[in-house]
């Protein structure tokens, strides 16, 4: 995996979740990496910690000697390192043709989808490699355990997240595609939501003929296009008339466990180290794709029993005096509906949320979709709004939010605009037994150790 005439790359937006694991794979590549960034959080500190200096201003200077730019798709054309790596007719290279080109040089294999992407991702590698296939696997999270976002294998395989902002998925040619859902979201990029199907039905023309495209039949979206896929497809869900179903899904304190079915036939007994119905739904997408390249299930099913899990879902922070607190990454109504509706099954213990919205755009569209979203939770505070890459939308405020839920029903809604004061104002209100979910997809992470803090004083 090696680039011709390239020997040093400079990354703008290296933080992005996109663009951290094909930077950390790249330098594991040998690949003199530099990148730059607005601020300093976990991922650019992890970056640091492997020798990659990241710059956090957007400055011309930054971009040093590099033989090529990459740029997250939240980085806008007028960026002064990208301004820079032009006039100096440096190539300037977007996160998702980066990634194409490093799945050509490889059996690709791409998971896309609105929701379960990271997860689905992360756990299909870990089976690849439990089968001794040596995978190379590129996601948009950090997988525990081995507390990376991206590995490189000696193997023929490579596995990545594949995103549909900005159209980001046309860009893959994959000898695999599995795709878990689709639905509204990232709409400022599509005109509406068939223009959003189409974007999805073209990305599985792209895959070859003996190829194969793997999805969930039990997701409306994937419902209507599926007709629409001229390449060989395996179908997933709890549907009895999908091609691998689940039936006699059990919820516990250590995850599911179901019984999984191929055409008719029994297979046998899934564990499932995870929460919820939808993670059901996304280790079924890994057995389907391990299945079509040959991995007996007994293999699939005892690395699946071992798999340590994603940061930032459901993700346990620690537990102080009975009391558990969790991150969790989702920024989707349905995503916070399943998640919760997951916790909400596999314990009986009260469930105290803390919430950031993620974007302007999304807050304002989602605002009444929002309000039925937290029902499974006992208590809730939502603090204001995680902007990324968004300039302020005039009357949008993590308010909205917490009106939109209170006026759903829900009688136990914060908000609380200044997150720092969340840590202190539960620690009084929470008692042992109490499991703490802190959501988002911004820096509301941050405040968790504090509340772990707080309980402790």
Known sequence: MKFKRIKKLHFVGVGGTGMCGIAEVLHNLG???????????????????????????????????????VYSS??????????????????????????????????????????????????????????????????????????????VGKGDYL?????????????????????????????????????????????????PFYGSVIYCLDDHGLQ??????????????????????????KYSADGIEYVCHNNGNTLGNVRVPL???HNALNSLGVIAAAMDLEIPF????????????????????????????YDDFAHHPTEIKTTLEGVRKSFSNRIVVVFQPHLYSRTRMFQKEFGSAFFDSDMLIVTDVFPSREQPIEGVTGELVADSVARAGHKRVEYMADK????????????SGDIVIVIGAGDINRISPIILEEIDK
């Open 224 to 249: 209507h296009i599926r007709d629409r896929f001229s390449r060989p497809s395996i179908s997933y869900g709890f549907s009895r008339h999908a091609d691998l179903y689940a039936s006699d899904l």
């Open 74 to 151: 939240a980085v806008k054309q007028d960026n002064p390192e990208l301004v820079a790596a032009r006039e100096k007719k440096l190539p300037t290279i977007p996160r998702a043709e980066m990634l194409s080109e490093l799945m050509k040089m490889k059996f690709s294999i791409a998971v896309a989808g609105t929701h379960g992407k990271t997860t689905t991702t992360s756990l299909l590698g870990h089976v690849l490699s439990a089968a001794g296939f040596d995978p190379t696997v590129i996601v948009g999270g950090r997988v525990l355990g081995v507390g990376v976002n991206a590995y």
């Open 275 to 277: 929460f919820g119905k």
């Open 31 to 69: 690949y003199a990496l530099t990148g730059s960034d607005l601020k300093k959080t976990e991922v650019t500190e992890f970056l640091e910690k492997l020798g990659i200096t990241i710059h956090y201003s957007h400055q011309a200077k930054n971009i040093g000697d590099a033989d090529v730019v």
């Open 159 to 207: 596995v990545a997240e594949a995103d549909e902002f900005d159209r980001s998925i046309l860009r893959f040619y994959p000898t695999m595609a599995v795709i878990t859902s689709i639905e509204s979201e990232h709409m400022e990029c599509y005109r509406d939501l068939d223009d959003l199907y189409d974007c999805f039905v073209e990305f599985a023309s792209r895959v």
């Open 420 to 431: 720092s004061k969340i840590p202190g104002f539960l620690k009084d209100k929470l008692s």
């Open 298 to 325: 007994g293999t699939i099913i005892s690395a699946i029993r071992t798999f340590p899990g994603v940061g930032r879902r459901m993700e346990l922070v620690g537990e102080r005096r009975g009391i558990r607190v």
